[in-house]
């Protein structure tokens, strides 16, 4: 019977990962994270993120009564009838587009196949080398819980590059995420001055306390396009582990931010260098590439790279203007009305 059960949650595009843990589960009748962890050798927060997922399916619920939670199966007969009548209702409307989908997504074993788990490192350094690659290929935004300010501190290069790439950067945090670090609004200023990053502060927490090696830590996300949820197991200030997935988990992080109360919303204003050029071609209206590096003393491709940033933004225009004996056209910048 298990059999049958299992090959309709493969059916309906679940991952290895969250049918083990039901298996588990329907075995068991319950568990808590930890006993999954150690019977089928995942990570925490692998093992967490899958729980919820499946929670949300309602294949299974939660005992809120009982410390560490315990996860409990639901009559097989109820829960797989409802998650039918919900994927019907859910698709019913777009019954073709859904066929279309499904047969371009079929696998050679007949089934869809969609990659959750991405990767996961004790390995600190790794992780951080994999971050960089990560965000270097972002396109649209990048959204921060609060994280330890080493961290930021680790990956601002690669923030600053996106930042000047275009991309949006959000960073959620509150109060009550740190209990040692007072001032982590003044001290994430200061570590994100070159990037301009949308600061929002909740009333709520922004980070999850889990059980990390028998110790009490915090679990806060790095968000990538909707795409990627890498989740930061650390305490205070250091990080003990990182786990990277691909897939919807991304989205329903960013949705719960959503709904947190917001107390503060701030924007860190562009880099010193950057309003130093706006300034100066304010001050001249129009100004040619030679004298604006003369007044800003900044030059080569520092000066470029700020200017084409500009550019792509949409807040100045560059006229090149051609001159009769030969030599190099020469440049001039205004801003845009």
Do not use: W
């Amino acid at each position: 019977m298990i059999t049958k059960l299992i090959s309709f949650l493969y059916e309906m595009g679940f991952s290895d990962v969250q049918i083990n843990i039901y298996k588990y589960l329907l075995t068991h009748k319950y568990g808590t994270i930890n006993d999954i962890k150690n019977d089928l050798n995942y990570s925490y927060t692998q093992v967490y993120h899958n729980l919820l997922f499946l929670e949300e399916n309602e294949l299974i619920e939660t005992s809120n009564d009982s410390k560490p939670k315990i996860f409990i199966r639901k009559s097989p007969k109820i829960a797989l009838t409802a998650l039918i009548n919900h994927k019907y209702n859910s698709y019913k409307d777009d019954v073709i587009k859904l066929d279309e989908e499904l047969k371009t997504q079929e696998s050679k074993f007949g089934r869809c196949i969609r990659d959750i788990t991405f990767y996961h490192y004790s390995d600190i350094n790794l992780a951080i080398e994999n971050f960089y690659d990560l965000i270097e290929n972002t396109q649209k935004e990048i959204v921060l819980t609060a994280l330890p300010p080493t961290l930021l501190k680790k990956l601002e290069p690669s923030f600053y590059d996106s930042f000047m790439r275009g991309i949006k950067i959000q960073l959620f945090f509150s109060p009550l995420d740190f209990e040692i670090i007072s001032n982590y609004l003044e001290i994430i200023t200061d570590i994100l001055k070159r990037v301009r990053v949308e600061i929002i502060q909740t009333e709520q927490r922004t980070c999850q306390i889990i059980r990390y090696n028998d110790d009490i830590v915090n679990m806060g996300n790095i968000l990538l396009d909707e795409n990627y949820l890498n989740s930061i197991v650390f305490k205070e200030d250091d990080v003990f582990h990182i786990d990277g997935f691909k897939g919807p988990f991304a989205k329903q992080a960013k949705d719960y931010l959503a709904v947190l109360t917001v107390t503060k919303r701030l924007e860190i204003e562009y880099p010193e260098p950057i309003q130093k050029v706006l300034k100066i071609i304010k001050e001249n209206e129009s100004i040619k590439t030679r004298d604006l590096s003369r007044i800003s003393q900044i030059g080569g491709a520092k000066l470029r790279e700020i200017l084409n940033f500009l550019i792509h933004q949409g807040i100045l225009q560059e006229i090149v203007i051609k001159e009769d004996k030969a030599g190099r056209p020469k440049r001039e910048y205004s801003l845009i009305e």
